[in-house]
């Protein structure tokens, strides 16, 4: 029998766009924790906002982070299998790291900030990035701890984001639109996380792999396209992403964790049986 693996997305799609709560997915978490099915984050924070958010959510295994730049799993769960060789050890997990290095995003959007304008989320105070976000201040801070990727706020004209687009990618790099932010990350994407760690599962565990992914924007589409189940949970702030016709996906009616736990609900009842 194959082990189910669900990876979702955080904010607007776990977490309440607005207020970060998810009381509505309480239930449908210590369901699947019943069931030992693992709920693998997949988000643009940073591992030090997990490193917080996972035990208030129940979760303990791998989680994705920075838009699929890093994937950290944690040691008790799966030891590296033969050729793994994770980029840092640290306390407890193992990192690998699939994206860019902040070094080189740093380097490169410090060159075209001299010629569009944006604001840059690790630059911004932790009193701004509330106001930007809703997040409390301690939280803030941590988002701020950026590793391998940089939100971004762009103040520029439409056109000028086209060209700056295109900048990147000269650098390989690229722009992905989030909930709240554009992201500059490298060529990794939430899709490649998935992948990767579904392959990484088959060979610690010797079982087969099959995926269910959640999201709401256009930086999870990746993930949604990767997954063997894909699912749109329906935002209360824009419009649902649109997929494309080879790739049919389930929309939630709900926004957030209600939609989520909605959607798990019959996808539990039509594949998990």
């Known amino acids: 029998m194959a082990d189910w693996l669900i990876f979702t997305d955080l904010d607007g799609t776990l977490l309440d766009h607005h207020t970060y709560r998810h009381a509505a997915a309480n239930d449908m978490l210590a369901y699947l924790r019943e069931l030992q099915i693992p709920v693998i984050p997949c988000t643009s924070k940073t591992r030090y906002e997990l490193a917080s958010l996972m035990p208030e959510l129940g979760l303990s295994g791998p989680c994705i982070v920075e838009n699929g730049a890093a994937i950290c799993v944690p040691e008790a769960l799966l030891a590296p299998p033969d050729g793994a060789c994770p980029d840092k050890v640290l306390t407890g997990c193992w990192m690998y790291r699939l994206g860019a290095r902040q070094t080189d995003i740093d380097r490169v959007l410090g060159a075209l900030g001299r010629s569009f304008r944006f604001r840059r989320l690790s630059q911004m105070s932790p009193e701004s990035v509330t106001a930007e ?39 390989d790099l690229r722009l992905q639109r989030g909930g709240r932010f554009w992201h500059v990350t490298g060529v990794a994407d939430k899709g490649t996380a998935l992948i990767w760690l579904a392959r990484y599962w088959e060979r610690c565990t010797g079982r087969a792999v099959r995926t269910i992914a959640l999201g709401d924007s256009d930086n999870d589409m990746p993930m949604l396209r990767a997954a063997n189940h894909p699912v749109i949970v329906r935002s209360p702030v824009h419009p649902p992403p649109q997929p494309g016709p080879s790739h049919p996906v389930y929309i939630s009616q709900k926004t957030g964790p209600a939609g989520w736990s909605e959607a798990l609900n019959i996808l539990l009842e039509t594949c998990y049986g």
């Open 133 to 171: 976000t809703g997040l409390a201040p301690g939280r803030a801070a941590l988002a701020c701890r950026r590793e391998f990727s940089e939100p971004i706020l762009w103040d520029d004209a439409e056109a000028a984001r086209e060209v700056f687009s295109a900048r990147l990618a000269q650098q």
